[in-house]
């Protein structure tokens, strides 16, 4: 603005209309016209360009978060000290049932299903010493009862002196991928139940030993303080771990006296057989191995590969020593049954030298508590 009036109270009113800046009618002034001019376009430049920034990012802020409230998974913030909800999107709310003021404030733990109570509590302990988890597969109670199964991944925000302050934690929901490895698994295992009948039908001996084995094997595994899914592996490999003796003449399994040592190491191949047979099943637990592995021993005395030791898996090691103590314990076709004593004083002198010294322990727990006894 230029003005011939050079009062303070003219210069506040031209501001106040918008003026970016003013000055008087004389020459002195009328020089720095240009510079002023100049000044002003730049100034609104400046202007333009910063009120264009602060709406982008206005509008990136509400993409953003548009993005974060809509998206697939489910976002939450959880406080360290309380393991409450600080903060979480829409989806989680949505997915659960709640509105999300519902879920502000709301311990973690009560949206977890009781039966994850335990793991939730080793998760929440090597997070404390790790500041991360990932693809931790937990489960989540919704409002109206249902339960979804989740795969949860977080991580710990802290402060400036190395504190946790809360975690930023990430859940997907799987409960359809988990609904379809269920009937994979249901499936899986009817095809192992089927091949029990099949063998039953060939050699009921060879059946009835595999399935107290499984029985046995199990309860080891519990006792072991195995997972559950280790345990049914360990359970639907002990029910087919002689599948190789389909392959043998059905004298020789049924043979009442001893065997030569010919037909011996014909016996000898099931192991290698029931590999061969099981290997290109896309089981979800070391069946084929359980196969191969059960006659192994960790000194390398064991057969069909002669390996040692941690090359043995653990699946098959627990296999291994139920399948002995019940050999042992039960009616064979050479031989009457030499009872649980003498099998379970085989396993204590083979304890670490051929058999896995924790699977012996647990086996020994059992009999010695009589937390198990065979089947008739």
């Known amino acids: 603005m230029v003005t011939g009036t ?5 210069a506040v009113e031209a501001m106040k209309r918008g003026a970016a800046d003013y000055i008087l009618k004389s020459t002195q002034h009328i020089r720095k016209l240009p510079t002023t001019i100049h000044t002003a376009l730049e100034k609104q430049r400046l202007h333009k360009e910063h009120t264009r920034a602060i709406q982008a990012l206005q509008e990136s802020e509400a993409r953003y978060q548009d993005l974060y409230e809509h998206a697939p998974d489910m976002f939450a913030s959880i406080d360290e000290s309380t393991q409450t909800i600080r903060e979480c999107n829409q989806t989680m709310a949505d997915r659960l049932g709640y509105g999300k003021s519902e879920l502000i404030g709301r311990s973690i733990i009560e949206i977890y299903h009781p039966r994850c109570k335990a793991k939730y509590e080793k998760c929440l302990t090597y997070f404390n010493q790790h500041g991360a988890i990932k693809d931790v597969e937990l489960q989540m109670c919704c409002k109206n009862g249902d339960t979804i199964d989740i795969l949860a991944n977080a991580s710990s ?13 990430i859940y997907r929901d799987i409960t ?5 490895e269920r009937k994979l698994q249901k499936s899986l295992e009817g095809t192992i139940y089927a091949i029990t009948k099949a063998i039953e039908a060939r050699d009921p001996y060879t059946a009835g030993h595999e399935r107290r084995v499984a029985d046995l094997a199990l309860a ?9 899914h280790q345990l049914e592996g360990i359970r639907l490999g002990a029910l087919i771990h002689d599948i190789g003796k389909i392959q043998l003449p059905a004298e020789i399994l049924s043979k009442p006296t001893k065997l030569t040592a ?7 191949t099931h192991s290698q057989v029931g590999y061969e047979i099981l290997q290109d099943i896309d089981f979800p637990w070391p069946i084929a191995n359980i196969a191969h592995q059960h006659h192994e021993r960790l000194d390398g005395s064991g057969y069909p590969q002669g390996l040692h030791a941690a090359a043995i898996c653990l699946e098959a090691r627990v296999v291994a020593v139920a399948d002995v103590v019940e050999a042992i314990s039960s009616h064979r076709p050479y031989r009457p049954g030499l009872g649980t004593d003498k099998a379970l004083g085989e396993i204590r002198c083979g304890r670490g030298q051929q058999y896995d010294v924790a699977v012996v322990d647990a086996c020994l727990f059992l009999f010695n508590n009589d937390d198990f006894s065979f089947k008739k």
């Open 262 to 268: 010919l037909e011996y190491r014909l016996i000898q």
């Open 220 to 228: 080891i595994g519990q006792t072991m303080g195995l997972d559950s």
């Open 6 to 10: 050079g009062t303070e109270e003219v």
């Open 157 to 169: 925000i802290r402060d400036e002196n190395g504190e946790v302050r809360y975690s930023r934690s």
């Open 176 to 180: 359809e991928r988990k609904a379809h």
